[in-house]
């Protein structure tokens, strides 16, 4: 058990609704990141928030967006859901929050949450 | 553009085998090299991870070798047991010491060990 945790474990919905991902980081983390794992793409980076605040962006799409929140919890909203947004989606946060050439903030991450878009 | 690239894609090993996982990568930003493995219906679990200023570590049954120059990187795993049978993945970090993080995996490994 990594210590993050994910809500909801499996989420099945329809095309052109919205969902909503949770994601609780380890205690003491400041550093959230969303990936998306499908068989085409792989595992892909997708957001980070540190402390609150949008760190790093990578593949995701405009109908995505996240936010953390101040109890470091955070929420990954798709929108507009397209059958090929099917996928794993995982949360991970980072097991350092200093910064330094000793820190590697290794990533730690949850169980995910299996979207099925029907 | 896979900016991580791994091989094979699928690894058949017997009991008591030597399994071995490739990655190349391009981009020399790259200062942080960890492995990931994943059971079936699981999230991807931190295996083991080398920095760059280091040709080898090992933890258990576990190796990573790492090769600067030619920017390649492979895990060995000694003595493979069933229990090893998952999905490897490695990946790769830049900005050591920054709160930035992002990782660039590889398209993993199906390692299947024979009894």
């Known amino acids: 058990d990594s210590g993050v945790t994910q809500t909801p474990k499996h989420l099945i919905t329809a095309t052109g609704q919205r969902v909503t991902l949770r994601c609780s980081p380890r205690?003491?983390?400041?550093?959230v990141y969303w990936y998306q794992q499908s068989l085409d793409q792989g595992l892909q980076f997708l957001i980070q928030?540190?402390?609150?605040?949008?760190?790093a962006k990578g593949n995701i799409l405009e109908r995505f967006s996240a936010q953390q929140f101040p109890d470091l919890h955070s929420e990954l909203n798709l929108s507009s859901l397209e059958l090929g947004d099917s996928a794993l989606y995982f949360c991970?946060?980072?097991?350092?929050?200093?910064?330094?050439?000793?820190?590697?903030?290794?990533?730690?991450f949850g169980p995910g949450t299996r979207l099925t878009v029907l | 553009q896979q900016q991580v690239k791994q091989s094979p894609q699928s690894l058949i090993v017997q009991k008591g085998g030597i399994s071995i996982i490739n990655c190349a990568y391009e981009?020399?930003?790259?200062?942080?090299f960890p492995w990931y493995q994943q059971f079936p219906g699981k999230g991807p679990a931190l295996l083991i991870a080398?920095?760059?200023?280091?040709s080898e570590k090992k933890e258990g049954r576990f190796t990573i070798s790492f090769n600067k120059s030619a920017k390649q990187f492979s895990l060995h795993i000694m003595d493979s047991q069933p229990g090893d049978s998952a999905t490897y993945f490695c990946?790769?970090?830049?900005?050591?010491?920054?709160?930035?993080?992002?990782?660039?995996f590889g398209r993993g490994t199906q390692l299947t060990v024979w009894p």
């Open positions: 991970a946060s980072s097991v350092a929050t200093r910064e330094g050439p000793s820190s590697y903030n290794e990533q730690f």
């Open positions: 205690s003491g983390d400041l550093s």
């Open positions: 928030y540190y402390n609150g605040e949008e760190r």
């Open positions: 981009n020399t930003a790259f200062d942080y």
């Open positions: 080398i920095r760059p200023d280091v």
């Open positions: 990946a790769a970090k830049k900005d050591r010491g920054s709160t930035l993080g992002r990782l660039y």
